[in-house]
């Protein structure tokens, strides 16, 4: 069974820095793509990066520019480098992956349980 596990979360102050973390472990095939979503209370989880398996990138416009997303392929890992962060970006950051394997025979979405960010004014 895939399980994706998130850490590095925490308390920082505005303007400073997290680097989150996701390992996908399990019956992984392959890893189609990798990203990062947070919901904070009261609203919708949102997109915030995302790579795929080529290493191609996309951000959601809100975080352009301060946080950066990247893999380990070797330790079917996910980071997120936040940088400059704000207050809004105050959510719970949950990992997702595009996976083949868990016993599937088409590659599915998995995600972690999450991992909470509070950024103080």
């Known amino acids: 069974q895939v399980q994706l596990v998130e850490s590095g979360g925490g308390l920082v102050q505005a303007g400073g820095s997290l680097r989150l973390s996701c390992a996908a472990s399990?019956?992984?095939?392959?890893?189609?793509?990798m990203g990062w979503y947070r919901q904070a209370p009261g609203k919708q989880r949102e997109l915030v990066a995302h790579i795929t398996s080529r290493s191609i990138t996309n951000y959601a416009d809100s975080v352009k520019g301060r946080f950066t997303i990247s893999t380990e392929n070797a330790r079917n890992t996910v980071y997120l480098q936040m940088n400059s962060l704000k207050p809004e970006d105050t959510a719970v950051y949950y990992c997702?992956?595009?996976?083949?394997?868990?016993?599937?025979?088409?590659?599915?979405?998995?995600w972690g349980q999450g991992t909470q960010v509070t950024v103080s004014s």
């Open positions: 997702n992956a595009d996976i083949l394997g868990g016993g599937s025979f088409y590659s599915r979405t998995y």
């Open positions: 399990g019956s992984i095939l392959s890893i189609k793509a």
